[in-house]
């Protein structure tokens, strides 16, 4: 894995799914990548991450 500074990432969608987004965040009037950054701060902070997080670090 490469060691990063920074917060940021790069993703790569499927047609299908770019296209559905940017309908969503036009029809939000927000930028795509905000719309990203929400969708992803969200399952962040939802109990399924946070037990997927406690696996993945092994605190079951």
């Not at 927000?30 to 399924?48: C, K, M, N, V």
């Amino acid at each position: 894995m490469i060691e990063r500074n920074s917060s940021q990432v790069t993703i790569t969608l499927s047609q299908k799914a770019y296209e559905q987004y940017l309908a969503v965040s036009k029809w939000k009037e927000i930028a795509l990548a905000t719309l990203l950054r929400q969708i992803l701060e969200r399952e962040h902070e939802s109990p399924a991450f946070s037990n997927l997080f406690k696996r993945a670090n092994g605190n079951e």
